[in-house]
């Protein structure tokens, strides 16, 4: 493989990945603060979808994502209502939002466009630009937000609390802070990421919205969290690695190996997929998700 | 200070707790409790389990609101909605299970709620000034880069205090403090009280050993019920009028007799290791016999392998290395279904994990782990009379197989268990922290079973953190430190003191 190949795989895996790594960032301050989000496909779905509407309504690919955000938040904030306020069942809740998502998006896509779903290919204006290197400014925006969020993690008094909440809530109380609003801003820092995640999605690495488009991205980001074991810049890593199975998957598409012939498309493309499974079940230590993260807060009795 | 009190004016008391009033339920919890907390005192709270201190002290710190009445804090009417406001106050809490965040530091304990703005690099700089002070005026070091969960017990518990102290509390409340330490540990913190005592701070402090009131306390108020039966300052009291008073009645505490005859040995165990639950190697090359008719003590602080010896012995955790042999059956690998088989039961150390499924009515509970009848159906009104005699006979109130078990307070879930297991006549009995939340007539009662099963020649290994239940009931006694045993001692030729060095690993 020539030097110019190789560069184009690099390219193209971290274009792939910038959907990840927001997912797996959203995931990450989720479950920090003890709130588990398997609704992260459900919220990028919905924010691809709402990107594109927005996007093909105005023309202007910053109101899309704009509106992926709104979408996308507002799906957080239902499963922070179940899970926070009324203390309901947190894998439930992440469930339901996915089936939501999935319903919703090819409802109202039909509607919308009368398609089958998908969206009319956005351009020009519409959709993200190409800033260099095959990258969009979505790139730089993921890369500073695994800086920042290792960083307020670290560093600061909100991020000292989210760790506090999802490991021991009873101690975030007693210390006289409110676990509730830390909880919900966890939860809206991951609709804003999932916002992110899926707009890139649609505008940037897609001409528009496509049924399902997501494709389980959601769930393999968590799948880097926990191989990342919920640390910001090993998750940005496990994410690249991701991207660039993917990209390598791509490209091997249609390449005949010696020995093998021509491999199924069907079997590359499941690639990242079964290398998910691999990673989670061998290649890893024990990863310790935080310690309350699925259990509502309830004080005693 | 105020000026009244440079004049050496009255001070109002630090607290008054005013008609407070609390139901959780049917459980009336506090009744109308009227109680003033003089400032600069070391005042005990004592009272069995469910008598009410927790939640007048929950009330207090902000963690539940009274349905009524008032809390005076130096003779102002305050607000406490949260443990914020309460913080506020100057009131500050080391909790019996310490409210510490396990993974993080301790600086980052001791910042939380508290962190003085957004960046945390200025509040970490003056924590760390303030930590300074506080190891110099009280000798209260600590790494402050250290994590919490890996400290042991005392230093998590000495974080938790300076959580308080960080925060300037005048007003301490310390929740069974001494459960977790070994009897020179208590001591040292003791003397830490009295320091802080004589440093103007008021002190709460709950427990429920009496001794430990007699030795340190200035006045003592008794709970009952959720009723305050009285106040009395130390000087006018002593150790058997305070447990007249805490259960409203005399209860005779049973003695071993120091003549049962001694068998061969029937449980043998030589070189046993295991892991814990994350793995470490907390059971190290633990050896010794266990005869009919003896009871084995096991002493040590919390957390130094007992737990996972006594499952270890039960079946529920594998063995590393080692040999356990009863009687000639190898047992090392055998599981809980095979040691029934052969005569052993029992008595897990916590019993809603391992001891009831509290959803279930009590009925069912008696059958789970009985030996299996013929039939596979269940025949529901025989069980539920077996069980209604049961209880009758382990006087586990209120006497009605029908009641979910997790609606048993502690003591009657205990002697439920107890009843169950001795019922199926073992020859071997394992217990673990029998008498752990039970109140005081339920521990004379648990003692006289497990000294009965002595006299009828079962073997009994006894796990507990209570010395005094450890030295009351024991033949010998083994005291574990770091997953090894640390000493034996006979029964009769060691006391408190001397378990306590052993406890600490310093003998």
Redesign the interface.
């Known amino acids: 493989m020539d030097a110019l190949a190789l560069l184009q795989i690099i390219e193209s895996g971290l274009r792939l990945s910038v959907p990840l790594i927001f997912a797996c960032l959203a995931g990450l301050w989720s479950e920090k603060s003890g709130i588990v989000d398997i609704g992260l496909e459900g919220k990028m779905l919905i924010a691809a979808f709402a990107a594109a509407v927005a996007a093909f309504l105005t023309g202007q690919a910053w109101i899309g994502v704009l509106a992926a955000v709104f979408a996308s938040t507002l799906l957080g904030l239902l499963h922070g209502f179940a899970s926070i306020s009324q203390r309901g069942n947190q894998i439930i809740s992440g469930v339901a939002l996915n089936m939501l998502a999935a319903g919703l998006t090819a409802l109202l896509g039909n509607v919308i466009f009368k398609q089958g779903g998908r969206s009319p290919p956005l351009d020009g204006a519409a959709r993200l630009p190409e800033l260099a290197l095959g990258q969009s400014a979505m790139t730089i925006l993921a890369i500073s937000a695994v800086l920042l969020t290792a960083l307020a993690l670290a ?4 991020g ?2 989210v ?2 909440a999802g ?2 809530p ?8 409110s676990l509730t609003r830390l909880r919900y801003g966890a939860v809206i820092l991951a609709g804003i990421l999932c916002g992110f995640a899926g707009a890139t999605l649609s505008l940037g690495q897609a001409a528009g919205f496509l049924p399902m488009m997501t494709a389980g991205q959601g769930f393999v980001a968590l799948a880097a969290l926990i191989f990342a074991k919920w640390r910001a810049w090993p998750a940005f890593w496990t994410c690249l690695l991701f991207g660039l199975l993917d990209a390598v998957a791509i490209r091997l598409q249609g390449v005949s190996l010696p020995g093998i012939g021509a491999i199924p498309v069907q079997a590359i493309q499941a690639l990242p997929y079964l290398f998910t499974i691999v990673l989670l079940a061998g290649f890893m230590g024990r990863a310790v998700p935080p ?1 309350a993260a699925g259990q509502p807060y309830v ?1 005693e ?1 | 200070m105020s000026v009244r009190s440079e004049l050496g004016g009255a001070l109002p008391p630090a607290i008054i707790f005013d008609r407070i009033d609390k139901r ?1 339920g049917a459980v009336h919890a506090n009744r109308a409790i009227q109680l003033a907390i003089a400032r600069g005192e070391i005042h005990a709270l004592v009272g069995e389990n469910g008598a009410g201190k927790s939640t007048l002290m929950s009330i207090l ?1 902000g ?2 609101r009274a349905d009524s009445g008032r809390i005076l804090i130096d003779g102002q009417e305050s607000r406490i909605a ?4 309460a ?1 506020a106050y100057g009131i500050g ?1 080391v ?1 019996q299970h310490f ?6 530091s301790v600086a ?2 001791l ?5 003085g ?5 200025g ?1 970490r700089k003056a924590l760390l000034a303030r930590l300074d002070v506080l190891a110099r005026d009280y000798d209260l070091a600590i790494d402050p880069d250290a994590i919490v969960g890996e400290l042991p017990v005392g230093l998590q518990q000495r974080v938790e205090l300076l ?1 308080s102290l960080v925060r300037d509390a005048d007003i301490l409340v310390l929740d069974e403090p001494t459960a977790v330490l070994t009897p020179g540990e208590a001591d040292r913190l003791f003397a830490l009280l009295r320091d802080l005592k004589a440093r103007g701070k008021t002190i709460i402090l709950i427990t429920h050993k009496l001794r430990e009131v007699m030795a340190i306390a200035d006045r003592v108020s008794v709970l009952r019920q959720g009723a305050l039966v009285g106040t009395y300052p130390i000087a006018q009291t002593h150790e058997a009028a305070l447990a007249a008073a805490m259960i409203g009645r005399r209860v005779q505490m049973p003695q071993r007799a120091d003549d049962a005859p001694i068998d061969t040995p029937l449980l043998t165990v030589q070189n046993l290791s295991a892991r814990d639950a994350r793995g470490r190697i907390a059971v190290m090359d633990v050896s010794f016999t266990l005869r009919r008719g003896e009871i084995l003590g096991i002493a040590g602080v919390a957390g130094n392998g007992q737990t996972e010896l006594l499952e270890t012995l039960a079946g529920l955790r594998p063995h590393e290395r080692g040999i356990v042999r009863f009687t000639h059956h190898d047992i090392a690998d055998a599981s809980p279904d095979d040691l029934h088989a052969l005569g052993i039961r029992h008595i897990p150390e916590d019993r809603l994990r391992y001891g009831l499924v509290s959803q279930f009515p009590i009925w069912e509970n008696c059958l789970i782990g009985a030996d299996a009848e013929e039939s596979a159906l269940i025949d529901r009104p025989a069980a539920i009379d077996d069980a209604a005699w049961m209880m009758q006979a382990y006087d586990v109130r209120p006497n009605n197989p029908l009641l979910r078990a997790g609606a048993l307070s502690g003591g009657n879930q205990q002697k439920l268990i107890l009843g169950r297991e001795i019922e199926q006549k073992p020859q071997l009995l394992l217990v673990g922290q029998p008498t752990r939340g039970v109140d005081i007539g339920a521990i004379a009662f648990i003692h006289h079973r497990l000294l009965d099963l002595r006299a009828q020649g079962v073997a009994i290994l006894l796990i507990s953190v209570e010395l005094d239940e450890i030295l009351r009931l024991s033949d010998r006694i083994l005291v574990m430190h770091q997953g090894r045993i640390a000493g034996e001692r006979r029964a009769g030729e060691t006391d408190e003191r001397d378990l306590g060095l052993l406890m600490a690993g310093i003998a």
């Open positions: 560093r600061t008094r909100f000292l609390r760790r506090a490991e021991n009873a101690a975030v109380d007693n210390a006289g802070a310690r004080k009795r | 959780f710190f963690f539940y949260s443990p914020s406001d913080i809490m909790h409210m510490l965040v396990e993974p993080m980052d304990n910042l939380l709620g508290h962190e703005g957004f960046a945390l690099g509040g959580k």
